[in-house]
């Protein structure tokens, strides 16, 4: 199948998704959904890009075994999280500023997501419909630099739940394991993720396509869904976070300053 005719397809099953999450969620009014369906469907972009891509089978293979299992990985971790809690407070928020309008304007942040994973599934197709394997030390480089960013991230989901779960911990800011040295190691290791695929597609001329994908997924979570709501609503319900932000890294694990 060529790349145009994957894509579109692609396309439209995210459309479908993304519209099905939405009506799931008017009935649960739990928009955190999103996340969850958000993340899996990605993954799915890497496993149905690997099945219909000319590359070389290994590195298809490849391809959809570390995609797949990076969006299985985050979109079930995201599930368990918020399973039976109350919305998120980024779309709780969304909701008063919406008012009356809640369920359209919903509707369309969805397929507003439709976008971002498109764009982030430029680096699957590159890798997909490469002419040629990369070398082997890229496939090894690429390998090392998946396992180093799913594991960090899983680490620093799972000292972030153990924290919260801590009765004596309500209302303090974390600071345990990598969060002590960055307000954000879980999207530290979620950019670094979208390395991996800059590096599987070094045997292709169109390998420079890939660097979007970082950039973009950077620019998603410094710049509008990710650190600026989720830094906001820390600022206001966590009286410590201003000296948190003051002497933690906001995205690169660093040693703190001292308080």
Same mark, same amino acid.
């Given at each position: 199948?060529?790349?145009?005719?994957?894509?579109?397809?692609?396309?439209?099953?995210?459309?479908?998704?993304?519209?099905?999450?939405?009506?799931?969620?008017?009935?649960? $009014?739990?928009?955190?959904?999103?996340?969850?369906?958000?993340?899996?469907?990605?993954?799915?972009?890497?496993?149905?890009?690997?099945?219909?891509?000319?590359?070389?089978?290994?590195?298809?293979?490849?391809?959809?075994?570390?995609?797949?299992?990076?969006?299985?990985?985050?979109?079930?971790?995201?599930?368990?999280?918020?399973?039976?809690?109350?919305?998120?407070?980024?779309?709780?928020?969304?909701?008063?500023?919406?008012?009356?309008?809640?369920?359209?304007?919903?509707?369309?942040?969805?397929?507003?997501?439709?976008?971002?994973?498109?764009?982030?599934?430029?680096?699957?197709?590159?890798?997909?419909?490469?002419?040629?394997?990369?070398?082997?030390?890229?496939?090894?480089?690429?390998?090392?630099?998946?396992?180093?960013?799913?594991?960090?991230?899983?680490?620093?989901? %799972?000292?972030?739940?153990?924290?919260?779960?801590?009765?004596?911990?309500?209302?303090?800011?974390?600071? /345990?394991?990598? %969060?002590?040295?960055? /307000?954000?190691?879980?999207?530290?290791?979620?950019?670094? $993720?979208?390395?991996?695929?800059?590096?599987?597609?070094?045997?292709?001329?169109? %390998? %420079?396509?890939?660097?979007?994908?970082?950039?973009?997924?950077?620019?998603?979570?410094?710049?509008?869904?990710?650190?600026?709501?989720?830094?906001?609503?820390?600022? /206001?319900?966590?009286?410590?976070?201003?000296?948190?932000?003051?002497?933690?890294?906001?995205?690169?694990?660093?040693?703190?300053?001292? /308080?």
């Amino acid at each position: 199948m060529s790349l145009p005719e994957a894509a579109l397809i692609g396309f439209a099953g995210l459309v479908t998704l993304f519209a099905l999450a939405w009506l799931v969620q008017l009935r649960t $009014h739990n928009a955190g959904l999103i996340d969850t369906v958000w993340s899996w469907t990605l993954g799915l972009l890497a496993l149905w890009y690997a099945c219909c891509g000319s590359a070389p089978l290994q590195l298809r293979v490849l391809l959809a075994v570390l995609g797949g299992v990076w969006g299985l990985r985050l979109g079930t971790h995201l599930l368990l999280r918020n399973h039976g809690k109350q919305e998120d407070g980024r779309y709780r928020r969304f909701r008063e500023q919406w008012g009356t309008a809640a369920n359209r304007n919903m509707f369309w942040f969805f397929q507003f997501q439709v976008l971002f994973s498109m764009l982030l599934s430029i680096s699957f197709a590159v890798v997909a419909w490469s002419p040629r394997e990369p070398g082997s030390l890229c496939v090894a480089a690429a390998v090392v630099v998946w396992l180093m960013s799913v594991t960090g991230e899983g680490l620093a989901d %799972w000292q972030l739940e153990q924290f919260k779960r801590d009765p004596a911990s309500k209302g303090q800011v974390c600071r /345990r394991g990598l %969060w002590r040295y960055s /307000r954000h190691p879980n999207y530290f290791f979620e950019c670094l $993720h979208w390395l991996v695929y800059v590096l599987l597609a070094a045997g292709n001329s169109w %390998w %420079w396509l890939a660097l979007g994908s970082p950039l973009v997924m950077s620019w998603l979570l410094l710049k509008l869904s990710g650190v600026p709501l989720t830094e906001a609503q820390s600022a /206001r319900s966590r009286p410590g976070y201003a000296e948190y932000i003051r002497t933690t890294s906001m995205l690169i694990p660093w040693p703190p300053k001292k /308080r």
